[in-house]
Nanobody, 120 residues
Framework: QVQLVESGGGLVQAGGSLRLSCAAS????????MRWYRQAPGKQRELVAA???????NYTDSVKGRFTISRDNAQNTVYLQMNNLKTEDTAVYYC??????????????WGQGTQVTVSS
């Protein structure tokens, strides 16, 4: 039973910072890509950032230069450091991970979501 638990969301003023964490637990053989998505009210869910097991990263254009994704492989944890937050960053943030639970089976898992609210 693999579980992703998110933390770090909350209320912050525009220009401030937050760090989101997502820890994977359970029977884990390996983790390939880990990602952060977000969904704002009335909007489609969008990919924010992704990081491979080797540390290669990708970001959506709107967060480049402001957000940093990282991971601690020993702790099976992915982070999203969010700096210079804007009101348009307000959304529910979800972590996602491509997790192999055995040598022959793997699939995507999702966290429960954590609310990030940026006030003006």
């Amino acid at each position: 039973q693999v579980q992703l638990v998110e933390s770090g969301g909350g209320l912050v003023q525009a220009g401030g910072s937050l760090r989101l964490s997502c820890a994977a637990s359970g029977s884990i053989y390996s983790i390939n890509v880990m990602r952060w998505y977000r969904q704002a009210p009335g909007k489609q869910r969008e990919l924010v950032a992704a990081i491979t097991s080797g540390g290669s990263t990708n970001y959506t254009d709107s967060v480049k230069g402001r957000f940093t994704i990282s991971r601690d492989n020993a702790q099976n944890t992915v982070y999203l450091q969010m700096n210079n937050l804007k009101t348009e960053d307000t959304a529910v943030y979800y972590c996602n991970a491509d997790i192999r639970v055995s040598a022959s089976y793997g699939c995507d898992y999702w966290g429960q979501g954590t609310q990030v609210t940026v006030s003006s």
